[in-house]
Nanobody, 126 residues
Framework: QVQLVESGGGLVQAGGSLRLSCAAS????????VGWIRHSPGKEREFVAA????????YYADSVKGRFTISRDNAKNAVWLQMNSLKPEDTAVYSC???????????????????WGQGTQVTVSS
């Protein structure tokens, strides 16, 4: 198993930036693909980005391409989500989640992730 804890959320104006962190503990962190998934009230969970086990490959939702960047450092057991040019519609609780396989066919499915953090709130004001 792997335990995940997010941090870095907050309130920011539209056009601003935030950097989310996901700290992992437990089994070998490099054994997991890590993704960010967001959830806002009244909406379904939405995939944001994912990164492969050693960080070679990344995968983004169309809604965040060119604005968000996911990265990881396995020596630090950490994954980050750099969010630039934030929009009010990016407001949500952002959770990091882990899975054992890299499969692009299911990468954007939240139910394909096995381990989840508690989430961190991001609020973008207009």
């Amino acid at each position: 198993q792997v335990q995940l804890v997010e941090s870095g959320g907050g309130l920011v104006q539209a056009g601003g930036s935030l950097r989310l962190s996901c700290a992992a503990s437990g089994r070998t962190f490099s054994a997991y693909v890590v993704g960010w998934i967001r959830h806002s009230p009244g909406k379904e969970r939405e995939f944001v980005a994912a990164i492969s086990k050693v960080g070679v490959y990344t995968y983004y939702a169309d809604s965040v391409k060119g604005r968000f960047t996911i990265s990881r450092d396995n020596a630090k057991n950490a994954v980050w989500l750099q969010m630039n040019s934030l929009k009010p519609e990016d407001t949500a609780v952002y959770s990091c989640a882990a899975r054992s396989d890299w499969a692009t066919a299911t990468m954007s499915r939240p139910d394909a992730y096995n381990y989840w953090g508690q989430g961190t709130q991001v609020t973008v004001s207009s």
